[in-house]
């Protein structure tokens, strides 16, 4: 499937954000969904994951803050995020994968969406 990532935009430290991403197709067998950012000169970092339908893990710097979902009827996977910060300052991508991978087409990448964070 290929994802779009929507939802980024400038806010003001502490404000909210839900970052949408939404495929192409059904992503009912999809049981890997993630979120990572990639900072300015910075790698690329996990942000939340969910395993399944309800398993999630978060970084230490989003945990209480953020929150991912998944619809499965709107084929969409959702990021809210609570009291932003400054730090939060990154492109945000959504990643759907198969695990076990066996092709390509297992892992599947949004192509990512700009969240500023002023302070």
């Known amino acids: 499937v290929q994802l779009q990532a929507s939802g980024g935009g400038l806010v003001q430290a502490g404000g909210s954000l839900r970052l949408s991403c939404a495929a192409s197709?059904?992503?009912?067998?999809?049981?890997?969904m993630g979120w990572y950012r990639q900072a300015p000169g910075k790698q690329r970092e996990l942000v939340a994951t969910?395993?399944?339908?309800?398993?999630?893990n978060y970084a230490d710097s989003v945990k209480g803050r953020f929150t991912i979902s998944r619809d499965n009827a709107k084929n969409t996977v959702y990021l809210q995020m609570n009291r932003l910060k400054p730090e939060d300052t990154a492109v945000y991508y959504c990643?759907?994968?198969?695990?076990?991978?066996?092709?390509?087409?297992?892992?599947?990448w949004g192509q990512g969406t700009l969240v500023t964070v002023s302070s």
């Open positions: 197709g059904s992503i009912q067998n999809f049981n890997y």
């Open positions: 990643r759907a994968a198969r695990i076990p991978m066996t092709t390509n087409d297992d892992d599947c």
């Open positions: 969910m395993i399944g339908s309800g398993m999630t």
